[in-house]
């Protein structure tokens, strides 16, 4: 059996309808899956705004979750170098800290971790796809510096299909590929949820990558089983 290593090579950004709406448990629950199928991995989350001081710095959880993830041994600044330690939109975040970001230097570090070429890498956002990072940018520039194809979380509750749809719709209009979407079940009782995703499905000009029932908090290596890899990741032939 023969492969082009390079052809195996994918990288994502991750992005979500909202904050909150389980980007990093997907991130999380993907490396896993991708790990598990023979696949090196690597994940960034450039931009963090919620952290606790630690003896070793600000740290944030996301990004240790994404890091504990990773096949490859990435450090913690790696894999989020602007780590802040209000819980704020980024700019806002940025601000009270003292710091300014900048989405060419966002992508420079992004770059760094690219360059390391895992079998995956993700690239997860912050809030969702129009987060500002400064007055005149948001994290949709450096998702359209990077050129990468996007996966979207959406996070299912009463009003997702509003969210997913405008959210495609700006990614599409940014000029960027919509790789796939997850159905990430946020209300356990939610009504009619398979009726919303049959909805999605149908509007979406993406595949589903998966479809993940309502999971407690640190459980993403049981939900790896449910992502259909195949979506995403070519096999070698």
Same mark, same amino acid.
Request: with cysteine; net charge neutral; charged share 20%.
């Given at each position: 059996?023969?492969?082009?290593?390079?052809?195996?090579?994918?990288?994502?950004?991750?992005?979500?309808?909202?904050?909150? #709406?389980?980007?990093?448990?997907?991130?999380?629950?993907?490396?896993?899956?991708?790990?598990?199928?023979?696949?090196?991995?690597?994940?960034?989350? %450039?931009?963090?705004?919620?952290?606790? %001081?630690?003896?070793?710095?600000?740290?944030?959880?996301?990004?240790? @979750?994404?890091? @504990?993830?990773?096949?490859?041994?990435?450090?913690?600044?790696?894999?989020?170098?602007?780590?802040?330690?209000?819980?704020?939109?980024?700019?806002?975040?940025?601000?009270?800290?003292?710091?300014?970001?900048?989405?060419?230097?966002?992508?420079?570090?992004?770059?760094?971790?690219?360059?390391?070429?895992?079998?995956?890498?993700? #690239?997860?956002?912050?809030?969702?796809?129009?987060?500002?990072?400064?007055?005149?940018?948001?994290?949709?520039?450096?998702?359209?510096?990077?050129?990468?194809?996007?996966?979207?979380?959406?996070?299912?509750?009463?009003?997702?299909?509003?969210?997913?749809?405008?959210?495609?719709?700006?990614?599409?209009?940014?000029?960027?590929?919509?790789?796939?979407?997850?159905?990430?079940?946020?209300?356990? @009782?939610?009504?009619?949820?398979?009726?919303?995703?049959?909805?999605?499905?149908?509007?979406?000009?993406?595949?589903?990558?998966?479809?993940?029932?309502?999971?407690?908090?640190?459980?993403?290596?049981?939900?790896?089983?449910?992502?259909?890899?195949?979506?995403?990741? %070519?096999?070698?032939?």
């Amino acid at each position: 059996m023969s492969f082009n290593a390079a052809a195996l090579r994918r990288s994502f950004f991750i992005t979500g309808t909202d904050t909150g #709406v389980g980007k990093t448990f997907f991130s999380c629950a993907l490396l896993h899956a991708a790990a598990n199928a023979g696949h090196s991995t690597a994940a960034i989350k %450039p931009v963090a705004a919620g952290a606790e %001081p630690m003896d070793e710095g600000l740290r944030n959880d996301d990004a240790l @979750a994404l890091q @504990a993830a990773c096949t490859l041994p990435l450090s913690y600044g790696e894999v989020n170098p602007f780590c802040l330690p209000a819980p704020l939109s980024p700019h806002l975040a940025a601000a009270e800290a003292g710091r300014r970001l900048h989405a060419d230097r966002i992508v420079g570090f992004c770059q760094g971790v690219l360059m390391q070429r895992a079998a995956l890498t993700v #690239v997860e956002g912050a809030g969702g796809w129009r987060v500002p990072i400064n007055d005149n940018e948001t994290l949709a520039d450096v998702a359209k510096r990077l050129r990468l194809p996007v996966i979207m979380v959406v996070g299912l509750r009463l009003g997702c299909l509003n969210h997913a749809m405008l959210t495609a719709e700006a990614i599409g209009r940014d000029g960027l590929t919509l790789a796939g979407w997850v159905a990430n079940t946020l209300d356990p @009782a939610m009504l009619s949820r398979d009726g919303n995703i049959a909805t999605l499905e149908r509007e979406l000009m993406a595949p589903m990558v998966a479809d993940i029932p309502w999971f407690p908090v640190g459980r993403a290596r049981e939900a790896a089983s449910l992502i259909d890899l195949s979506v995403l990741l %070519p096999r070698p032939t």
